[in-house]
């Protein structure tokens, strides 16, 4: 087996010598992308805007641009020497068996497997102890593995089941009615659904939200408006379907629906952007009540986790950025007759039940920390685990005994617990037998400085006895954003950095949601610089203390990481040696143009907000802050079906990145094909993916295979 060694060195390998003489960059035939005079006016600034025709990815010259692009990046990416070992190795260390949680409806257990390389993972079942059988197998959906399943939904007596597909990674999905005894089917397929649940009433019909799916045109028709939730009733036509709540009667960009385990409550959520909703009930067990207001402030989150009779038990940050727990009678729910059960601490908190408890999941500087409450709110123990880093699961129905947890950290393979309910014993269910020893590595929490002072957290992770002289590859990667919180992970792609000297870096930036809404609304609208500021905080800190030197450094994001990725890039080009922004919003002027990017100004603002909102936005926004300058070697991804973050923003940023490229680093954007925005892709997408990332980042920083 091939061996892959950090040369740090003056003279390069014969094969790496002759890939650097033949891909010299002033020779890559980079297509010659052209230009518009398009030019849009935002308040008293003329903005140019050349490369505004690649937005229509339906255009014939788009579609051509797309296959030059590839040409180049594929071209480009297979001469590099130890590409095809790189993949290999991936193709060898994901191959074993992957387990999800088991979880029980009606008198099956349903758990999710992957043999190894398989496509996408197969859903099975078994009675109690008996032999287990598949159940849906996504892999028989298509043949090449691109059509998955995004999620299913069980009626209470778990005799019936509706299960979403998503097609090349779209959105847009599509809903299969069966019957689990023998799996047949139950009337038509539900057709354009998207960014829903499936919230079953008795075994009649259930819940579900969609937008009106645009007939024709690019991305920029394809604007999500308005979202609807409708009900469906078995036996009838999709065309029938009840419109609940929604629409241009009750306008709201975002609306999801459940109902309460016994039944007794329809939940509806509604809001306009990502953060903060509405929250609304509907009472079944008052024959004619109508839909009732608990909520109506769209700047907090409330979510109604379970009720005992009328008590409803609310999660909510309202009042208390960091969340607690209340309990309210159904009788007046609003706000002021809130009691707190769980008081909101330091710690952010999510709560989940189960076997007639409450489990509450804590946030202590981005590592969990977990325990059980009674329904009255008192505490019973902490939960312990197996080290610092991330638990979920726990959630379960409140006849059950036991429940499941998942257990994880960028050394600790994914493990699933069996978790005692009475008597609090963990024990190991299935362990990953993925080939990785967790006692050669070292993962640690470290604390640096941004630009303003504020302290963030870190966590470096890299084998031990690895030498701190500013030598050692790194891949420095981060979110910041949406309130999203990055925990500690193990993935199976990084084994190929790290098992070989190479360090993996994640610092939790203001914008996500490690520290609540406070640290969340640190990185948003006229505080987004904070974001960028600490992810480069981040990387000075490295340098300093020699994990790695520029010349050794990766930047990686996605989706708004990419968009971190991407301004990082135009403000400190000097910064890195490579970088990946992936499916990025690259256009801040004109990002809520696009599907279903109107519903992220809560965190962006817009351009036209105001006259300082445009001109902030302008100032850092990836595709316009682009200048002649020296930059990293950069390979920018997306796919054809991304319609969340359109590969518009991608393409524009690429044809402008290429440019005003003046340094020897290639510029390359690669387009994966039928795939969307990350969610379905098939296993041989995800590790040709990968591969091709690691190839151009040992590549660009003159390593090579020995």
């Not at 990419?562 to 990082?568: D, K, Q, R």
């Not at 005003?660 to 690669?670: D, E, F, H, N, S």
Request: hydrophobic share 35%; aromatic share 14%; proline share 4%.
């Amino acid at each position: 087996m091939k061996k892959l060694t950090f040369l740090f060195i003056v003279t390069v390998s014969v094969n790496s010598y002759t890939f650097a003489q033949h891909m010299d960059i002033k020779t890559l035939p980079y297509p010659n992308t052209k230009k518009v005079d398009t030019v849009n006016t935002y308040f008293d600034t003329q903005v140019p805007d050349p490369y505004r025709w690649l937005e229509d990815d339906r255009a014939t010259d788009t579609k051509q641009w797309v296959k030059d692009e590839n040409k180049v990046t594929y071209d480009y990416l297979g001469q590099i020497p130890y590409r095809d070992s790189i993949k290999k190795r991936l193709e060898k260390l994901w191959n074993y068996e992957k387990y999800s949680a088991p979880f029980k409806e009606g008198k099956y257990t349903y758990f999710y497997k992957n043999d190894g390389l398989q496509s996408q993972a197969v859903l099975w079942r078994q009675i109690g102890d008996g032999a287990p059988e598949i159940f849906l197998d996504p892999n028989k959906f298509s043949a090449d593995g691109t059509t998955s399943m995004q999620g299913i939904n069980f009626t209470k007596d778990g005799s019936m089941a509706a299960y979403q597909i998503s097609e090349g990674g779209s959105d847009w999905r599509k809903v299969i009615l069966i019957k689990t005894d023998d799996k047949t089917q139950i009337g038509d397929t539900l057709r354009d659904l998207k960014f829903t649940g499936i919230a079953w009433k008795g075994n009649e019909g259930f819940y579900y939200s969609t937008y009106d799916k645009p007939k024709v045109g690019s991305q920029l028709s394809g604007m999500t408006q308005y979202h609807k939730l409708y009900y469906h009733k078995l036996g009838t036509s999709q065309s029938d379907d009840k419109l609940i709540f929604g629409g241009e009667q009750t306008p709201r960009r975002y609306i999801g629906a459940y109902l309460t385990e016994d039944q007794r409550f329809l939940v509806i959520s509604a809001a306009n952007e990502t953060t903060g909703n509405e929250l609304y009930i509907q009472d079944f067990a008052k024959p004619g009540s109508g839909i009732v207001n608990v909520v109506n402030n769209f700047d907090n989150s409330n979510d109604i986790i379970d009720n005992a009779g009328s008590k409803l038990y609310i999660l909510t940050n309202l009042y208390q950025p960091n969340f607690r727990l209340v309990t309210v009678d159904v009788s007046d729910p609003k706000p002021m007759n809130w009691k707190d059960l769980i008081p909101a601490t330091k710690n952010v908190l999510t709560v989940s039940t189960g076997g007639g408890k409450i489990f509450a999941e804590y946030l202590q500087d981005a590592t969990s920390l977990v325990q059980q409450y009674d329904m009255d709110g008192k505490l019973e123990r902490n939960i312990p685990l197996p080290a610092i880093g991330t638990a979920s699961g726990f959630g379960t129905k409140k006849e059950e005994k036991e429940t499941y947890y998942t257990f994880t950290n960028y050394v600790y393979p994914s493990t699933i617990f069996k978790y005692d309910i009475a008597t609090g014993q963990s024990t190991v269910y299935k362990k990953s037998n993925v080939q990785f020893d967790p006692t050669q590595f070292v993962s640690k929490q470290v604390f640096y400085k941004s630009k303003d002072g504020t302290k963030i957290p870190m966590i470096i992770t890299y084998k031990k006895g690895t030498v701190m002289n500013g030598k050692n590859p790194l891949l420095l990667y981060a979110y910041g954003g949406f309130s999203v919180s990055l925990t500690p992970a193990f993935s199976t792609s990084n084994i190929i950095l790290m098992e070989h000297g190479g360090i993996f870096a994640v610092p939790n930036l203001r914008g996500g949601g490690e520290y609540g809404e406070t640290w969340h609304r640190a990185g948003i609208k006229m505080h987004k610089q904070n974001v960028f500021d600490d992810f480069i905080a981040a990387a000075e800190y490295l340098i300093k203390n020699k994990y790695t030197s520029k010349d050794y450094l990766a930047i990686s994001g996605g989706s708004n990481g990419g968009l971190l990725i991407g301004a990082v890039m135009t403000q400190r080009p000097d910064l890195c040696k490579v970088a990946f922004p992936a499916v990025g919003v690259m256009d801040m002027l004109r990002y809520n143009k696009f599907t279903a990017g109107a519903g992220w100004s809560y965190d962006y603002g817009t351009a036209e907000d105001s006259k300082e909102m445009f001109e902030y936005l302008y100032r850092y926004s990836p595709y316009h802050a682009l200048k002649a300058a020296n930059y990293p070697a950069t390979m920018v991804t997306t796919a054809d079906h991304d319609d969340r973050v359109v590969p518009a923003h991608s393409f524009k940023y690429a044809a402008r990145l290429q440019e005003y490229q003046k340094g020897p680093a290639p510029v390359l954007i690669r387009i994966e094909t039928k795939a969307g925005h990350g969610a379905g892709q098939s296993t041989e997408q995800v590790i040709s993916g990968q591969a091709d990332k690691w190839a151009f980042m040992f590549q660009n920083m003159g390593l090579t295979w020995k």
